[in-house]
């Protein structure tokens, strides 16, 4: 099965969770993991990724934790992905290097291409923005989610 890491999506959910809270607040990694629900000691490593790509900022104190470093309509999902696992490639065809010992004769390698253009287009053009939500607001005994409005001061 081909899949999203578990640290991507975690990556991700941190992300945007800081993506929907005002834009001045820092939140600690151990409240963001709980909120998240994962784990705190993987999510610490995640975080320290995203801030070594500048994604992320971390402020350091007893008031400390992590706030984004850029509106969240700069932050591609493959921004996101790239920090914390490195380049996508598909196949061996698709990586960078050496490839696959049967580059240039094997009638699938067009194909891993075409699919990983795709892939990484979708992820290029999806940002942070695209998915956030406001919280839940109530609205008589249903409860409504609207995209969210949350402008970015950085």
């Not at 992300?15 to 607040?25: E, K, Q, T």
């Not at 290097?97 to 990484?120: D, F, I, P």
């Amino acid at each position: 099965m081909i899949q999203i890491s578990k640290r991507v999506e975690y990556a991700l959910r941190a992300v945007i969770y800081l993506a929907s809270l005002p834009a001045d607040r820092v939140e600690s990694f151990r409240d963001i993991a709980e909120e998240q629900k994962v784990p705190k000691d993987f999510l610490a490593k995640i975080l320290r990724s995203l801030v070594d790509a500048g994604v992320l900022r971390s402020v350091r104190g007893s008031a400390g934790g992590f706030a984004l470093r850029m509106d969240p309509g700069q932050i591609s999902f493959l921004d996101i992905i790239v920090a914390t696992e490195g380049p996508i490639a598909l196949n061996d065809c698709c990586a960078a290097g050496e490839g696959c010992t049967r580059m240039g004769s094997c009638s699938m390698e067009t194909v891993w291409r075409r699919a990983e253009r795709a892939m990484l287009e979708v992820f290029r053009h999806t940002y942070i923005s695209d998915v956030m939500l406001k919280p839940p607001v109530q609205d008589g005994s249903a409860v409504v989610s609207e995209r969210s409005t949350v402008s970015w001061v950085g």
